[in-house]
């Protein structure tokens, strides 16, 4: 707890005093290049959409879990395995 305590205020100010190491800190400015905003984007969105999927497939799976012993579980069940 006491090193980050004392390794925050350096991290912070390493931005300033080491400029050549990382990008200056911008607030409102948006200083990213015109050609990297749109594949930022598209991850961005890639990203969220990859999140979203994954949390309702894992919500979906929990449900089944915790109704598998229901008819509509068994009957969804025993269609998938007819295939």
């Known amino acids: 707890m006491l090193v980050g305590v004392v390794n925050l205020p350096i991290i912070h100010y390493s931005v300033y005093w080491w400029n050549t190491l990382h990008q200056g800190s911008t607030n409102l400015q948006q200083t990213i290049?015109?050609?990297?905003?749109?594949?930022?984007?598209?991850?961005?969105?890639?990203?969220?959409?990859l999140s979203?999927?994954?949390?309702l497939m894992r919500l979906r799976n929990l449900?089944?879990?915790?109704?598998?012993?229901?008819?509509?579980?068994?009957a969804l069940v025993n269609k998938g395995a007819a295939r």
């Open 33 to 49: 290049d015109p050609s990297m905003r749109l594949p930022l984007r598209i991850c961005i969105f890639a990203f969220l959409t």
């Open 52 to 55: 979203v999927t994954l949390t």
């Open 63 to 74: 449900i089944l879990q915790l109704e598998r012993r229901r008819p509509w579980v068994v």
